[in-house]
């Protein structure tokens, strides 16, 4: 398990396993939105700070006012490489009909490191529901609570949760329903997804935080292989603001005279009993530059919970991102975020 981040930096926050009371001994609670399973992201990001973390993970809400946590963490002062998901796409995955520049390199899908295992911690707290407001408190040797707004969605199938406060978290997203944390969809019915999915996030990298809302999410763009069912890829031709000369592509990038400023994505399940899932993308012409066909610096790693509905239907993800530099911590790039068709 690793080391678990306070409020202040030099405290080591100590994680109390015992069971923790109800909230109202022997009383029913009122489950925010009437939901008792939570896929979550959140994370502590300051623009002044180098010791930022991000969690993803999940909330299971009890009817006797209890609530459980499982939880990845990633955190700038112990940062973590890379790691491969065990997932190569094959020669398929093309982006349209044409030669090697509509196709995604054949690379092994990258993630966070320590995603593929077990979660780095667990945690049990109360919790009370007032009017539309949820409030935990963690039963930890620190003290840590939270706030949410709690919003239903029109179709009464999912509940959203928006951060209100936290002692610990600046920022934060989570999605409800009565479906098992098991239950997930396969990438077949991810790329199926009849609805358009938009993202809100906030990033951290070289000291600014950076908000981002209503952004399109391209999933249409995304193809399925022809051998690897478990992964989607999509290269993109080209983009306007990254993969430029200033950017770390001098020779082959976007304004030179090569102008490679195509992305490659993958989106890839991590286990087909629960709800992870990762993204991978990084610029083309970073690999270039290095004489590599699959790159090996700082791409941009975002594990990934799918939303579930009540139905068993597949509503988008919760993710962080947590690419950490293998330079200085100010090169890191951490956000949290949300990609959902009910925003």
Known sequence: ?????????????????????????????ALPGGKATYVVSQGHLKASSTENWVRLGSYRFAANG???SSLYLWWQRHPEARQGTGATPDGGCTTKKGGAQSRARTCQVLTAGGFTGAPDESRTGTYTVSGNVVTIRWKIAQAWSEQWYIRAAPDGKLARLDLKQSTLATHGYAYGSNAALGTRRAMSSVKAHPGSLRQDLTSWANGHIVPAANQPFGLPAFRSCKTTTSCLTYLQPSSKGACQKSGGCPKYGGGTRANVSSIQYYLTQISNSDRRDSLWHWCTCLAMERGQFCYNGNSHVKPLMQIIDDRGAFRGWVGAEASFSTGTRGADMLAVFRISDFR
Not at 3 to 25: E, K, N, Q, Y
């Open 66 to 68: 209890t609530v459980t």
């Open 1 to 29: 398990m690793r080391t678990i981040p306070s409020i202040a930096a030099a405290v080591v926050l100590a994680f109390t396993l015992a069971p923790a009371p109800p909230a109202t001994a022997g009383a029913a609670a």
